[in-house]
């Protein structure tokens, strides 16, 4: 297996148990769009939940095409449902409403 198919799969270990890959830290920032303002918003991890949205994030890092990543607006109203397998991103709600 090449190395790239490697990193891909040990991500993609990483994040169905739960964890962030090794080349993630707290101090990493994710570019999501805020579809209520028409704007991207940069948030730390530590202001996200994991979610598949997320996980797909890291999953595309290298490809800025397919990286691009939604906040889910149902999470923000507290209202959705997904959870864990949301495939938009949570992020904390007092955080969101301090940067727009």
């Known amino acids: 297996m090449n ?18 890959p090794n080349w993630v830290d707290e101090n990493t920032l994710i570019e999501v769009i805020d579809p209520a303002i028409k704007q991207k918003l940069t948030v730390p991890l530590v ?7 997320l996980g797909t994030y890291f999953l595309n890092k290298d490809d800025p095409k397919r990286r691009e990543s939604y906040l889910c607006m149902l999470y923000q109203k507290n209202k959705c449902k997904s959870h864990l397998r949301c495939n938009q991103i949570h992020a904390d709600r007092d955080f969101v409403q301090r940067v727009k």
């Open 3 to 20: 190395d790239e198919k490697t990193g891909e799969s040990d991500t993609m270990l990483a994040l169905a148990a739960g964890r962030y």
């Open 47 to 53: 202001n996200l939940e994991h979610t598949n949205g």
